[in-house]
């Protein structure tokens, strides 16, 4: 059962401390961390170390950076298709500010110009069950989520946010599990799950944390609420989420069902820092 993700890859840097640091001073992190991460290298990481074949469409280019997340990739056996030129530097760097006393994270990115250098295989969906879009991506993600939808193959998008080009991809989306920030344009006074269900997904989440998750087929609505537990770093958690989310799809669990799992999944990864340490710590 392959996973095909499609969307971001970047290089974070991460550090754990006390309190977020003042502007012009030096403040000891208590625990740092550094390697892949990316909504969809996440998503992708996490479906493997579930069980799912998985393929990762992405951006990495040349360079250190790039050369070190291929490492984490092959180390966590995710096949990866580059679409970026070989030639450019181009893997975004982010650093990120944790502060596990406030349950908060900062993140600074990097959104370097990046242009696809490769077309779209038509047998791109090959073995594919379910195809997960961050968002990204969008000269690859639309025309393979167009052709998703022809072939009846399962389409979750994860919605941090509305970007420009959208609205070119949800109408080829079978499952939107968004965020509270993710607004349609022409939402108006309509809740979410309405407005983003209206666009042409036939289900519909959004998460929110800790808090119960809500979700709607257009029928039928209810929420979950996600296991509580002591979290010392939330970085990732929505990517494991999705990750695990379109695993459970592809095993061929119902969608009310996959939320559920996913919940529990993501849960488990905030109690470890980073977005890997997870791993090692549900397979002890």
Known sequence: MTVLCIGRATFDLGYSCPSYPAEDSKLSA?????????????????????????????????????????????LYDVRVEDFAD??????????IIVVPEGGTRTIIDQQPQQVVARAVPEDILDGVKVVYCDGFMPEVAVPVARMAREQGIPVVLDGGSWKPWTGELVPHVDHAIVSERFHPPEQGDAEILASVLALGPSFAAITRGPQPLEWSDGQQRGTIAPPQVDAVDTLGAGDVFHGAYCHYLARGEGAVEALELASAVAAESCRYYGTR?????SQA
């Open 30 to 74: 208590t625990h740092f961390w550094a390697g892949a991460g990316g909504s969809a290298l996440n998503g992708a990481v996490t479906a493997r170390a579930l069980g799912s074949e998985v393929r990762l469409v992405t951006m990495l280019g040349r360079g250190s950076f790039a050369e070190a997340v291929r490492g984490e990739l092959a």
């Open 277 to 281: 340490e997870w791993i090692a710590g």
């Open 86 to 95: 070989k030639q450019a530097k181009l893997l975004p760097v982010s650093s």
